[in-house]
């Protein structure tokens, strides 16, 4: 150390101007000699700090090779006894601010320095230090001679209720005293004696100290009671504090000395059984406390992170968001926010984290409390609620368009259908393209149902039905549209016993499967697609909880794709969960599959390894009896020149309407709304058959259309038909007793077997 007239001061500045202007200002001291001995780096500090003393540190915190918060922290470590006055820009108070918060005894902005002002500040620094290690010592003696003494110390509020006790008396044990008045713990006659004391301190605001006898559970002791008031930070009188010495038996205030380390045992207990990971660091960041929940959520053990760096442990990088989060920490006292963490496993979670600075008796800074909680499966989930709502929209936008879509699709059938009877003789490409034409027209009218199917959860027919038929389609449709790299193989036998389901949806479930088959192959291989009767037996089903006893059929479909990980085979069939990239898959394929297998009463199971392809078997109850044909199977029927009415406001339907029934033997007569429709069944009546309505028309609706009808002639016979048929509309129609419906885009065949219901 220097001399009583000299100060040997450590300058840290990289800034050439900046040092020869403070040893100007020095030179212009004339009470005080300085020694001044500048360095430009921070580690160059550390080396005179090992090896000499200095009476003050003058710190940049902008260094070279140190910035910020952490310059001060390295240099306070390095020499804790010696006052550092801080060196700052007019921008960066805040940052020197919370220096002085972890232990600077000053700061000074470059620019407003005298040489007067700077040997004023280091004085002072000087002394401060003085002051704050001698008051350190004598708090250190204070809590030494505490902690080895038998004294109750306790508050009460203004009303005299227990709410903080430490070390309460033999006899007593916290749970007892917290919230209970000293009426409800001990006699009568010595509870008035310490309320007469107390409720004298808290009027007069002057503390007090008294020996007092207290009698506890049939056991007299006598006490050395000092009462101070307690005072908030407006300095009003809250409460009492009171330190409770026992002079009468000094064992036995060990033993409640002991109770009361027990029970701060058990509190730290506590921390261990709530599943939040909590975790205490001091202000080097060295992680001092890790309770169970931060090793069930990290993977850490608490001897394994005991003394490591917290942003090291759980970080994989320097994060400017941690960063910021420690100033305000430190600066606010708090800070909470969501951050991403690493495990010991490497993967990354999500957490809800709280910080909250931890202040020694002194109020100042010395460790910071964070409190984090696993909200990974949270935000997931918050993800999936988006992607349902965004397919809801999807769901109503399908909604709709699906009575456009029909409406256009109606004519184009209906065309495909007519053309090859108007043209017998044409040449078999014709044929062809009629055919394709025809069967894309079916599978775009199928798409739009199996939209709506899945936004609106509409049921689909089950029908007894042939999947041999299925798969052949499905394998044509694969052989056309798959790259020629995939290799498309069926196996089905003849034999292939019958299913009660609905064609549109298991075709759906296979399409799913091939298609994600064909994801899983991305330059070349096998898809197979086979079938075969099986029985289940009680084995297999006791096994298999999803299986009954009796026959089966189990569709597979096989590919020599990537396979799948062990770890992702559960979630598979998770609504949302998909391992593709974003944008290229919705996650709803498998969970579809299963949904639509399952309201068959059939299951799934699944065979995949990494690099060996996958096989997804779909098992489906057998049925006995013949192929239900559908509509469009059963043979046309003619009629015998009866008239209908055909209303619906598109020209091109009425048109192609027109075509069909004239085709088959029917008249016809047709209006563009219910008005006119009225108005032409009013005038033949006795001579329509049957009323084939659209549901949706202008001018009047298709629903208060029939009502009129009805009354005209409550015979009438009414087919109703739309592009839409929603549960509510078909509810609405049944209602006024019209009870066939034809939803388009509809067959030839499907117009005629409706007309043939009606008029049967």
């Not at 708090?139 to 080895?148: P, S, T, W, Y």
């Not at 909470?336 to 984290?353: P, R, Y």
């Not at 769901?395 to 709709?400: D, E, F, M, N």
């Not at 219910?674 to 033949?684: H, K, M, R, T, V």
Request: hydrophobic letters at 40%.
């Amino acid at each position: 150390m220097a001399g009583e007239n000299t100060i040997k001061v450590l300058l840290i500045e990289d800034n050439p101007g900046d040092v020869l202007l403070l040893q100007e200002l020095f030179k212009e001291v004339t009470t005080v000699v300085v020694e001044l001995m500048p360095v430009e780096r921070l580690y160059e500090a550390v080396n005179y700090l090992t090896n000499e003393i200095f009476d003050v540190i003058l710190l940049d915190l902008s260094l070279p090779d140190s910035q910020g918060l952490e310059t001060f922290v390295i240099a306070h470590n390095q020499a804790k006894a010696t006052p550092i006055i801080v060196l700052t820009g007019i921008n960066d108070e805040t940052l020197a601010t919370s220096a002085m918060q972890q232990g600077a005894q000053d700061y000074l902005v470059k620019g407003q320095v005298t040489g007067d002002l700077l040997v004023r500040s280091m004085r002072y620094a000087i002394e401060r230090q003085r002051a704050d290690n001698a008051l350190r010592q004598s708090e250190e003696r204070f809590r030494v001679a505490l902690k080895n003494s038998p004294i109750f110390v306790y508050n009460q509020d203004k009303d005299l209720r227990y709410t903080w006790v430490y070390n309460p008396p033999s006899g007593l044990t916290v749970e007892e005293i917290l919230g209970k008045q000293d009426l409800n713990i001990i006699p009568v006659e010595d509870a008035q004696h310490l309320i007469a004391i107390k409720r004298g301190v808290l009027t007069t605001g002057i503390g007090t100290r008294e020996e007092v006898s207290i009698t506890i559970k049939e056991t007299t002791r006598y006490y050395d009671l000092t009462v101070e008031p307690l005072r908030n930070e407006t300095q009003e009188v809250v409460g009492v504090t009171c330190a409770s010495i026992d002079i009468s038996d000094r064992q036995a205030a060990l033993r409640d000395r002991k109770l009361a380390e027990e029970k701060i045992r058990e509190q730290a207990a506590l921390l261990d059984v709530t599943t939040d990971a909590i975790c205490v660091r001091d202000l080097n960041n060295q992680i001092i406390f890790w309770n169970k929940g931060a090793e069930t959520l990290y993977g850490w053990q608490a001897t394994e992170a005991w003394g490591k760096n917290a942003s090291e442990l759980l970080y994989d990088e320097p994060s400017p968001e941690i960063e910021a989060a420690l100033l305000q920490a430190i600066s606010k006292g708090k800070w909470q926010g969501e951050l991403t963490k690493l495990t010991k496993m490497n993967k990354e979670i999500l957490v809800a984290s709280r910080w909250s600075l931890v202040c020694d008796e002194q109020g100042k800074p010395k460790s910071i409390l964070t409190v984090d909680t696993d909200i990974t499966e949270k935000k997931h989930l918050e993800a999936q609620l988006f992607r349902a709502q965004r397919l809801e929209s999807i769901g109503t936008l399908a909604s709709g368009i699906a009575h456009d879509l029909n409406n256009i699709l109606t004519p184009i059938l209906a065309g495909a259908q007519l053309l090859p009877l108007k043209f017998p003789d044409a040449d078999e490409r014709t044929r062809h393209l009629l055919e394709i034409l025809e069967i894309n027209a079916r599978r775009g009218a199928d798409l739009v149902k199996q939209v709506l199917s899945f936004a609106r959860g509409v049921e689909g027919k089950h029908i007894s039905l042939q999947l041999r038929h299925i798969i052949v389609e499905i394998a044509k449709i694969l052989k056309e549209t798959f790259p020629k790299s995939i290799e498309i193989s069926t196996d089905v036998p003849q034999n292939l016993w019958m299913v009660s389901g609905d064609s549109t949806q298991l075709h759906q479930v296979l399409m799913n499967l091939c298609v994600n088959a064909r994801d899983a192959m991305s330059n070349s291989g096998t898809l197979s697609i086979s079938a075969e009767n099986i029985l289940i037996d009680a084995n297999y089903a006791r096994m298999n909880l999803e299986a009954k006893e009796g026959p089966y059929i189990v569709i597979t479909v096989s590919d020599t794709g990537v396979g799948i990980p062990k770890q992702m085979l559960d979630r598979i069939f998770e609504p949302f969960f998909t391992t593709k990239d974003v944008g290229q898959g919705t996650g709803l394929g498998l969970s579809t599959v299963l949904g639509i297998v399952k309201s068959h009463g059939g299951f799934v199971n699944v065979y995949s390894e990494p690099e060996s392809g996958t096989s997804f078997k779909v098992y489906l109850p057998a049925v006995g009896g013949i192929e239900t044909l559908s509509p469009e199977n059963l043979p046309p029927q003619t009629g015998h020149g009866e008239l209908i009415l055909v209303v619906d406001d598109e020209a091109a339907i009425q048109e192609i309407t027109i075509t069909s029934l004239e085709a088959h033997n029917y008249k016809i007569l047709v209006a563009s709304d219910g008005i006119e429709a009225i108005a032409l069944y009013a005038q033949n009546r006795d001579k329509i058959s049957a009323v084939l309505m659209d549901i949706m028309l202008p001018s009047l609706d298709g629903l208060t259309a029939m009502r009129t009808l009805q009354k005209i002639n409550p015979q009438v016979k009414i087919i109703a038909s739309s592009g839409l048929m929603s549960d509510n509309k078909l509810s609405a129609v049944a209602a006024i007793g019209v009870n066939t419906f034809l939803s388009k885009p509809y067959t030839v065949n499907e117009l005629l077997l409706s007309l043939q219901k009606v008029l049967s």
